[in-house]
């Protein structure tokens, strides 16, 4: 079975400093990783996807992600935050089969941004 | 605007009773997927239907249930209401089984 865990409920930085979020997967099986952002009210909206090509996966945002099995990890990075990143952001992983392609969810991570 | 459209936006009831919670997926998309939100269990998978079928079901409660008409909207039904249910309830669609998910906006299940 897949896992996913996130280190750390909550993340501040100030603006124009580095973020990094934290992912860790457990699956016995090459996965799909993908971070997701929810901000206030909102649902779901995809930042990047990693499915076994480039392990450096760029999304969007100024937001990047390193595919790294040796350890496991698929950390989330952006070199300088913006206030407007502030939201919750979602680790996933799928294994996608025969009999579907559920997203398992970590935990989330809030990341809030002062000026 | 993800393109995945859920009504009703707000749901309050009452204990005991059923709701119908819609989605419609993005233009082209057969596969959709429900999700509940809730703080003590975050993000967790219900079921996923593609073209109509059930293809795979996560930890859905036997009170509820759910199907993919041949528009390929899908409603999920939630029956015999406890105050637990109340949650955010999103669906998403993809292109098939193997593509990336997008999100409705979701339903917000008010139960007391």
């Known amino acids: 079975a897949q896992s996913v865990t996130q280190l750390g409920s909550h993340v501040s930085v100030s603006e124009g400093a580095l973020v990094l979020l934290r992912c860790n997967y457990s699956s016995s099986v090459p996965p799909y990783l993908f971070w997701y952002v929810q901000y206030p009210n909102q649902g779901l909206q995809l930042l990047l996807k990693y499915t076994s090509a480039a392990t450096l996966v760029k999304g969007i945002n100024g937001f990047e992600a390193e595919f790294k099995k040796s350890e496991t990890s698929f950390h989330l990075t952006k070199p300088s935050a913006h206030m407007r990143d502030a939201a919750e952001y979602f680790c996933a992983v799928s294994v996608p089969n025969q009999a579907g392609t559920a997203l398992i969810f970590g935990k989330g991570t809030t990341l809030s941004v002062s000026s | 605007d993800s393109g995945v459209t859920q009504t009703p936006k707000h749901l309050i009831t009452a204990t005991g009773q059923r709701v119908t919670l819609r989605c419609s997926p993005r233009?082209?998309?057969?596969?959709v997927y429900w999700y509940q939100q809730s703080l003590d269990q975050g993000l967790q998978f219900l079921i996923q239907y593609y073209n109509g079928e059930e293809r795979a079901k996560g930890n859905i409660l036997e009170r509820f249930s759910a199907q993919q008409f041949p528009d390929l909207h899908s409603e999920l039904n939630l029956s015999s209401l406890e105050l637990g249910d109340s949650a955010l309830y999103f669906c998403?669609?993809?292109?098939?089984?193997?593509?990336?998910?997008?999100f409705g906006p979701g339903t917000r299940l008010t139960v007391l």
């Open positions: 998403a669609s993809s292109l098939d089984t193997h593509n990336e998910q997008f």
């Open positions: 233009s082209g998309d057969l596969s």
